[in-house]
């Protein structure tokens, strides 16, 4: 097995948002805001080479929508998902499987495209299943009022008439280990239902992906929440289960959002579970 880390695009989001009733004068110590008090964002993959299949763990927002959609996110940087994966001498089409830990617009879009003359839309992986889980699909497809922005209808019913969509079992579970995909899957459900964040045994160490659990290294404090979350309180408790799990197994902690750090190690405090050091993933595994 090989693991890259693969960067689809950088964007902003409101600093407020991102860390809900956390004050800016302490959350801007750690992620700093501009004039605008929007602060730096990630959409960070990984690509897993397992044998004969090559897994994308999640697919960053795209390039389809309009310039003015786009204007909400400010994007910046010259990240995109082509150029990482030739980087590693892959093409999209080389992709097997792409598994979405959630259906969010920045974590799935790019997996569908406009087609060429632009009168509708296909997978822009065309040899890959696309895997997801039935509660999940039914929560995007009947969203409520306050995820209908983010769960948009031009990046799922395409996935699921290209006949690509298939599923994980098992969410009746917490945490499944070796699912269908070779990696073990912990489920979350504070920041949206079922959200799916991938576990990997890797050169002697472990790798959890933490997605939106754990946007970036500011948000490791208990009470430092997005403000996306459906059920805040919920995440404090699979946070706090997870955080403590962590450190006492010396996870590396894979951020997606984080724009300026790729990995972390985690230490039990005085103040609770915290922040011991960041690497990139070079540093780490080569």
């Known amino acids: ?118 009168t509708g839309y296909e997978p822009a992986f065309k040899n890959a299943k696309f895997w997801t889980n039935k509660n999940h699909w039914k929560w995007a497809t009947e969203p409520n009022p306050r995820e209908k922005a983010s769960f948009l209808k031009e990046n799922l019913i395409p996935m699921k008439d290209s006949g690509h969509l298939t599923f994980i079992d098992g969410t009746e579970d917490s945490f499944i280990k070796n699912s269908p995909l070779g990696f073990d899957i912990r489920f979350v459900d504070g920041h949206t239902e079922k959200q799916m964040l991938p576990q990997f045994s890797y050169k002697g160490k472990t790798i959890a992906y933490v997605a939106d659990l754990i946007p970036t290294v500011g948000h490791i404090p208990l009470p430092y929440v997005i403000g996306y979350d459906t059920r805040p309180l919920l995440t404090m408790t699979e946070k706090e289960l997870f955080l403590n799990q962590a450190v006492e197994n010396n996870y590396y902690l894979f951020f997606e959002h984080d724009a300026h750090n790729q990995l972390c190690t985690l230490k039990h405090t005085d103040k609770g579970v915290r922040l011991d050091q960041v690497y990139t993933f070079d540093e780490v595994f080569n």
């Not at 890259?4 to 600093?15: A, I, M, R, S």
């Not at 959350?27 to 044998?51: C, H, M, V």
């Not at 994308?56 to 927002?61: K, P, S, V």
């Open 1 to 118: 097995m090989k693991i890259y880390p693969v960067e689809t695009g950088n964007f902003k989001l409101d600093g407020g948002a991102m860390f809900g009733v956390v004050p800016k004068t302490i959350w801007q110590r750690t992620n700093p805001a501009d004039s605008n008090n929007l602060i730096d964002i990630a959409a960070r993959s990984l690509l897993i080479e397992d044998g004969n299949r090559l897994i994308l763990i999640d697919a960053g927002m795209g390039n389809k929508q309009s310039d003015k959609f786009f204007g909400y996110y400010y994007r910046w940087g010259d990240f995109n998902i082509d150029a990482s994966l030739k980087k590693y001498g892959f093409h999209r089409d080389d992709i097997t499987d792409v598994f979405f830990t959630h259906l969010h617009f920045d974590h799935c879009g790019g997996a569908i495209q406009w087609n060429k003359d632009h």
